[in-house]
T-cell receptor
């Protein structure tokens, strides 16, 4: 079945540094990838949608210069949290949409727990 | 505008009892509907989905859901709860065409009592 690998699963970084999160589709081509943020005991909030080879589309209120998204290939999308601050601490989840049999349901990565100290 | 409402942020059932998690949607056109389960510090796993056709859909782990257009509902059920069912459950919807974005409900935390 469709598998999405997200790495790292946990990361602790110092305030002011940048952190990169990778999301890879292992056995299908992800034409679209979605990045979500989840606060404790809350639902998933869509941050941005990225299509391979084009600029990401950010949801209202999401700072595109802070959350840099790159979708350079059909199997890899990255989210970089730049100049991270403690308020950026959260659980980040990616999901990928492929064509064909994956059209209806998307596959989610296992998430990244970011802690900024 | 499209929205998804999950009634009850916390649901507790006894082991072996019926599980019923409620989901209602609001959409100008019948959306595709999904139920996902999330275990602590993990991503989301698809339980089942409704797109077209049969309105009663069966998923993994003994779960099923019924799409009721007249009630704009897509409630998730399982006849007999197991301890391993304890998790967070999310209902989601998206349009059949156009934007492929999901709209998620706020989630329901299921607790299974021994």
């Amino acid at each position: 079945g469709a598998v999405v690998s997200q790495h790292p699963s946990r990361v602790i970084c110092k305030s002011g540094t940048s952190v990169k999160i990778e999301c890879r589709s292992l056995d299908f081509q992800a034409t679209t990838m979605f990045w979500y943020r989840q606060f404790p005991k809350q639902s998933l909030m869509l941050m941005a949608t990225s299509n391979e080879g084009s600029k990401a589309t950010y949801e209202q209120g999401v700072e595109k210069d802070k959350f840099l998204i790159n979708h350079a290939s059909l199997t890899l999308s990255t989210l970089t949290v730049t100049s991270a601050h403690p308020e950026d601490s959260s659980f980040y989840i990616c999901s990928a949409r492929g064509a064909g049999i994956h059209h209806y349901g998307y596959t989610f990565g296992s998430g990244t727990r970011l802690t900024v100290v | 505008a499209q929205s998804v409402t999950q009634l009850g942020s916390h649901v507790s059932v006894s082991e072996g009892a019926l599980v019923l998690l409620r989901c209602n949607y609001s959409s100008s056109v019948p959306p595709y509907l999904f139920w996902y389960v999330q275990y602590p510090n993990q991503g989301l796993q698809l339980l089942l989905k409704y797109t077209t056709g049969a309105t009663l859909v069966k998923g993994i782990n003994g779960f099923e859901a019924e799409f009721k257009k007249s009630e704009t509902s897509f409630h998730l059920t399982k006849p007999s709860a197991h301890m391993s069912d304890a998790a967070e459950y999310f209902c989601a919807a998206r349009r059949p065409s156009g934007t492929y974005k999901y709209i998620f409900g706020t989630g329901t935390r299921l607790k299974v009592l021994a």
